[in-house]
């Protein structure tokens, strides 16, 4: 009888083990459903990894081909305005300025006529490029907006005489 209860623990022992595994395996077991959902949700991450990557390749690419068209062009600018009149770039680029401050001047004040008559003789003292051989492109439109306050004043001016 000993032996057959040694025999029984024996058996027991070794079979234990492998009772136990094949229960774990089997609540373990993934179904091929389980296997899919989780390989999609795997593919989700790592296109949504990739892509933010590639946002931010192409941010870093976009910011600095921005900055070497600046670089670029910062040598062409300065040599623009080396080869032209630096009296003559400092009036033209300072008169977008003071034209909008005058045409403000102007509108939100009511002017006598001295005051206007003062400040048009002020204007007409500015040196534009106009009996030059030639012009730049940017200062076209900046002549054209002093040129229109000028005639604002010469109407206004003209209205109070």
């Given at each position: ?53 590639l946002?931010?390749?192409s ?25 032209m ?20 001047y ?56």
């Amino acid at each position: 009888m000993e032996t057959y209860i040694t025999v029984i623990k024996d058996i027991l022992v070794i079979a234990t083990p492998i009772i136990v595994a094949i229960i774990s395996y089997r609540s373990s077991k993934k179904t091929e459903r389980d296997i899919r959902l989780e390989l999609e949700k795997s593919l989700k991450e790592k296109d949504a990894d990739t892509s933010q990557i590639l946002a931010k390749i192409s941010a870093e690419l976009e910011s600095q081909k921005q900055i070497l068209s600046w670089q670029n062009s910062m040598p062409r600018t300065d040599q623009y305005i080396n080869r032209m009149d630096q009296i003559r770039y400092g009036n033209i680029s300072g008169l977008t300025d003071l034209t909008q401050k005058v045409s403000g001047y102007i509108q939100q004040n009511n002017l006598s006529l001295e005051e206007l008559k003062s400040i048009h003789e002020m204007l007409l003292k500015i040196k534009l490029p106009m009996d030059e051989p030639e012009l730049y492109p940017f200062e076209i439109p900046i002549m054209i907006e002093f040129l229109k306050l000028l005639r604002t004043l010469e109407e206004k001016i003209a209205e109070q005489s």
